[in-house]
């Protein structure tokens, strides 16, 4: 999976700060700029020594950041681009209106630079809200976020500007002196302008920018009912019986759980144990626990989660966690959104910017139910033998687990304890080093200037002929109530030419970050601490968002509107993803990973 896009339909959101792998501060970035209008107002430039998230340092400092930085921080630099955009309009104008065709470089990198200002400040609260929300981050998050998407429909609908890529497009010899690269960011500016309604006026166009900030205000809304939702929920286990059927690794977990709510001498062999739905918790249980009552209380309390029926609130609560409510809401608004583009469905609207046509995505559907639907049946029966029983849902995982070390003496248990996360990542470094030709290795944040938000939080330095050439934060284990469920990667910062701080003599450097949900390091019974042993899935996910970072960060795109994830397609980006998850099922890889 990778992270939300800030301008869902523009492609031009990711943005990236000026900056080598040593820290440079804002005024230099920008006055290093050829661009006349790209001077931040003074308020701004005073207010970024104080406020961290107006500190334009190559790295986001990610532990100073306050819930209360967020709302000037935003209004600051939503100010700035709001100069930005006006001034850059102007010289729009004026070259249009002199019968010349705005340059390239004015409009792309008029266009980075402005949004560099705010998405910049933006993705650094996102990011922190998705692995470490708290209460004032939500509300802060909340305050700012319907300006950020004014500010967004406002520059997806600039006339001025659109009608600048479409003269250039429309001018033989301008185009023609282009790179290829430089003409995807002018179709890309072109389409994302459509899909965000250039076309519309009037009633028309306020109600369609009504319904941007309603969605992005129910998508924020869904996913902190999912997290509260996932965080009333937990289960003390006192008594052995109730772990039967657990690995050790699994009770060490669920007592290491246990620890941090209260419970000081909890212990994996003596409990207590405490279950929780975050994913490695919610997994053991159902695929070990032999407590079928358990099994059926867990998976319900998942299942149900942020719905009408969810069993782990009481049900005088439950309304206002209930995102079935929202969902409804979310398709109504994105078909009325649609037909203001004039678009058959949001379908349509969705694959406009992909590879996919909607009768192309049916007709895979279509085809993997034919071809699954028989073997899935096949299966269940099978299992069903298996097991003697007749089998529920929480039962599933459980005899699935049983019929798989019956049939193949495969047990992902036992696989564990060859994988410790260290080993599995000098392994997937190795392996990278070997295809692509550059060394990664692990450095402290600190001797490169970077700050992380949680203690487990790695730093990659990426190096291409001995120097540094990108980076990649690592954010493995799963932190229940504080950071969202499943794994993405999303990116801090752009390889980009126009915010090249030497005068565009080198670009400016990726960075991505690798966020998953893995079991994380547990504490044996004298108190010492145990690693993350992984799971051979949990490897499969790491390889799978690195496969993501590393198109990201190893592009040679300079152009930033098209560089590494940027601009490519939302469906064909899985590809280098699946690649780097294969690599796991050859032998020389998971050789080269695996230790005991
Ligand atoms: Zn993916």
């Known amino acids: 999976k990778i992270g939300r896009r800030m301008r869902g339909l523009t492609f031009a959101g990711r943005v990236l700060l000026g900056g080598s792998a040593l820290a440079v501060g804002a005024a230099h970035a920008l006055s290093g700029s050829r661009l006349a209008h790209a001077q931040p107002p003074a308020a701004a430039m005073r207010m970024s020594a104080a406020n961290p998230l107006l500190d334009r340092s190559f790295f986001p400092r990610f532990a100073d950041v306050r819930a209360e930085h967020v709302a000037p921080a935003l209004d600051a630099a939503l100010a700035e681009a709001s100069a930005r955009l006006d001034s850059l309009e102007a010289e729009v104008e004026v070259e249009i209106a002199a019968g010349r065709t705005p340059s390239y470089a004015l409009l792309a990198d008029g266009i980075e630079l402005l949004e560099e200002c705010y998405a910049g400040p933006w993705r650094t609260v996102s990011h922190l809200k998705a692995t470490k929300d708290c209460e004032a981050l939500r509300d802060a998050h909340a305050a700012a976020q319907p300006k950020v998407v ?57 109600r369609f920018n009504e319904i941007e900030q309603e969605l992005a205000a129910l998508s924020t809304r869904f996913s902190n009912n999912l997290l509260d939702s996932v965080k009333s ?52 249980v159902l695929r070990f626990a032999e407590d079928r009552a358990l099994r059926e209380t867990v998976y319900r309390a998942y299942i149900t989660r942020a719905s009408e029926l969810a069993s782990n609130v009481p049900p005088a609560e439950r309304a206002a966690q209930d995102n079935g409510p929202l969902i409804d809401r979310v ?79 495969f ?86 030419r126009a915010l090249s701080v030497d005068g565009g003599r080198t670009p400016c450097l990726p960075v991505a970050h690798i966020v998953t949900n893995q079991a994380p390091p547990t504490v044996d019974a004298d108190g010492r601490e145990v690693p993350s042993l992984m799971s051979f899935t949990e490897c499969r996910t790491l390889f799978h968002e690195t496969g993501h970072a590393l198109q990201h960060v190893l592009t040679q795109v300079d152009e930033g509107h098209v560089s590494g994830i940027a601009g490519v397609e939302w469906d064909a980006v899985e590809q280098p993803s699946q690649w780097m998850e294969n690599w796991l099922d050859q032998p020389a890889p998971l050789r080269g990973l695996a230790r005991h």
């Open 150 to 206: 004014e500010f967004d429909s406002r520059l997806g609908q600039s006339r001025a500007l659109y009608r600048g890529w479409e003269r250039l497009q429309a001018d033989g010899a301008a185009w023609a002196a282009l790179t290829p690269a430089q003409q995807r960011v002018a179709e890309l500016q072109i389409l994302g302008a459509q899909l965000k309604g250039i076309a519309l006026d009037g009633e028309r166009k306020a």
């Open 233 to 284: 929920f937990s289960l003390r286990l006192d008594k052995a019986e109730q772990v039967a059927g657990l690995p050790p690794s699994a009770r060490a977990m669920l007592a290491t759980s246990a620890r941090t709510k209260g419970d000081a001498d909890a212990s994996a062999e003596k409990g207590p144990w405490l279950v929780t739905l975050d994913q490695p918790s919610l997994m053991a």
């Open 331 to 409: 398709l109504a608004l994105r078909a009325e959104r649609a037909a203001l583009l004039g678009r058959a469905s949001h379908a349509e609207v969705s694959v406009a910017s992909k590879m996919a046509t909607v009768d192309g995505a049916r007709a895979l559907l279509e085809q993997l139910l034919e071809r699954s639907l028989g073997a899935a049946r096949a299966e269940h029966v099978a299992l069903c033998d298996f097991a003697g029983v007749e089998l529920r849902q929480w039962d599933i995982a459980l005899h699935a687990e049983k019929l798989k070390t019956a049939n193949f003496q």
């Open 411 to 496: 047990d992902e248990e036992a696989v564990r304890q060859y994988l410790p996360l260290e080993a599995v990542l000098n392994g997937l470094f190795a392996l990278v080093e070997r295809l692509f030709g550059v060394a990664i290795a692990q450095v402290e944040p600190e001797a490169v200037g970077a700050q992380v938000w949680d203690a487990s939080v790695r730093l990659l330095e990426v190096k291409r002929d001995g120097e540094p050439a990108a980076y990649i934060f690592v954010d493995p284990y799963a932190r229940g109530g504080e950071k969202r469920g499943g794994a993405w990667m999303s990116q801090v910062r752009q390889r980009s």
